[in-house]
């Protein structure tokens, strides 16, 4: 019998003991934007570093470089072999409401929600602590069974990412040292469903820009002057309309440059997915998709830019009436880039686009914020393909290589302050109520996440 096989059995007869372990962590209420929780945030970051200097790990409580919560640091080198990064968070989101929830969020339970599918309910059962726990209980079982892990590993876990992160970029700059490794693994993802593994291989970037649209130099009345002047909510909303043409293209000069086209491969395995508009729109009470037109559904929400209006507004907007002709109009506007899509061309494009559609007699302005490139694993990559085949072996299929649409700012630090590509690989399901009263986490994730970290751990030495 091989070493895997002898550590898989250990994950199976160690269940128990596995989810003690976790609800000892979910008993912890690491709630990290409320500083009434902070001894809290400690406490789960001295735990944490206990555990790891238990599987063998140089271990350390690190703290934030703003004055935050602190992060966990644990090292565990295997000369001559391969060397990863983990990250995970052991922050979670307030409880609130607490009277929507079935059990007291920080007192863990299984529960059978259908016959045969148990699963572990509390706050962080699955965002994040959950998943931090399949990777570290997967070393667990392969310290027991052979003293020691297949590959060289650098825990990183942090206290402040469902706050905003404030500190990790600043901790990877003066780090670096720290941090070498060849790769990243990351497990704050999901699968595709319960039965099919998935490995996120690429994120979308990000540009958020607002307007600022400005007529006249306070608010009319429209009595008085409507008809002559110029209304900025009008020209706001004739900007925005223009940024879609009647086949949901973007419209803004230049945008698409830098977007490369999924090989034929990548889009028969897409298909087979079997992605469609009844399942994915009807869940939120929509029927067609909006994106554009000949691309798939899953084209729209992962490989393809989109451009949205989150916000616009302007006038009065109070209860009753107040007939006014708005002095200036604001709208908050979001994209999300793939491929080799340029931030700061999208966003010079961008303001030029909004200057030329903005009459002589009146103004524009704009507040930027901080972009984000797209983040992609090549298809190639010996870890993603090493990775795929040690998930279908403990899921029995092969599991779906997918884009995310959103955006993981770690994952885009991991590559441009440490040079590293990042694995990701989670467990997470769509009705795991992440965020929200009676937070879950399928005991089935949970047991067969550890083993397919083992697995993969395997696969990359």
Known sequence: MSSLDNVLKRIDADLESSLQRLFALLRIQSVSTDSAF????????????????SLGFTASVEKSPTGGHPLVLGHAPKP???????YGHYDVQPVDPLDQWEVPPFEPRLKEIAPGRKVILA??????????????????????????????????????EECGSAGITRYLVENRDKLKADMALVCDTGMWDRDTPCITASLRGIVY????????????????????????IHVL???CAAFHDENGRITIPGFYDGVHEPTNAQKAAWADLGLAEEGFLGQVGLKHSAGE??????????SRPTCDVNGIWGGYTGEGTKTVIAGEAQAKVSFRLVGDQNPDKIRDAFHAFVRARVPDDCSVSFVDHQGSRAIALP??????????KALEAEWGRKPAVIGSGGSVPIVGDFKNTLGLDSLLVGFGLDDDRVHSPNE???????????RSWARILEALK
């Open 38 to 53: 902070a001894k809290d945030c400690i406490a789960a970051a001295e735990h944490l570093k206990a555990d790891l200097a």
């Open 80 to 86: 001559g072999a391969p060397h990863v990064l983990f």
């Open 123 to 160: 706050r962080g059962a699955c965002d994040d602590k959950g998943q931090v726990m399949t990777f570290l209980e997967a070393l667990r079982a392969w310290k027991a069974e052979t003293g020691g892990f297949p590959i060289g590993v650098t825990v990183l876990l942090e206290g402040e």
């Open 209 to 232: 820009e607002e307007i600022i649209v400005r007529c006249a130099d306070r608010d009319l009345h429209s009595g008085l002057f409507g008809g002559a002047a110029r209304n900025p």
């Open 237 to 239: 909303a004739g900007i």
């Open 293 to 302: 037109k000949g691309r798939m559904l899953i084209e729209q929400i992962q």
């Open 379 to 388: 298809v190639d990559s010996p870890a993603l393909v090493k990775a795929g």
């Open 440 to 450: 879950k986490y399928d005991l089935s994730s949970f047991h067969k996440g550890t």
